[in-house]
């Protein structure tokens, strides 16, 4: 099993940044390593949406088209952490933000991709 913990939420105003990040616990060893991530943020009243995601490795990443060019997904497989840096921040990013972690490889955009969820993080951006 494993945990994941979001932190770097808050209030920030529009053209500002924050710095995500999603630390993995439990049995993460060598899963960790081999799982791609995913970040994904839910709004209030809207479904939950996919925003980037990482290969296992670092090397391929994915955005959504509503935040490619201002948001950065990274990782560090040796402090089992995973990043997303936001940039020029809209006041429509307010939302919920949520890490995620799949049993495979692979970059993944669908929620039922994944197989393990943090709690979130609260995002808001003031205009």
């Known amino acids: 099993q494993v945990q994941l913990v979001e932190s770097g939420g808050g209030l920030v105003q529009a053209g500002g940044s924050l710095r995500l990040s999603c630390a993995a616990s439990?049995?993460?060893?060598?899963?960790?390593?081999?799982?791609?991530m995913g970040w994904f943020r839910q709004a209030p009243g809207k479904e939950r949406d996919f925003v980037a995601a990482i290969n296992w490795s670092g090397s391929i990443t994915y955005y959504a088209d509503s935040v490619k060019g201002r948001f950065t997904i990274s990782r560090d497989n040796a402090k089992n952490t995973v990043y997303l840096q936001m940039n020029s921040l809209k006041p429509e990013d307010t939302a919920i933000y949520y890490c995620a972690a799949r049993r495979s490889i692979g970059v993944a955009t669908a929620l039922d991709q994944y197989d393990y969820w943090g709690q979130g993080t609260q995002v808001t951006v003031s205009s």
């Open positions: 439990g049995r993460t060893g060598a899963t960790f390593g081999s799982a791609a």
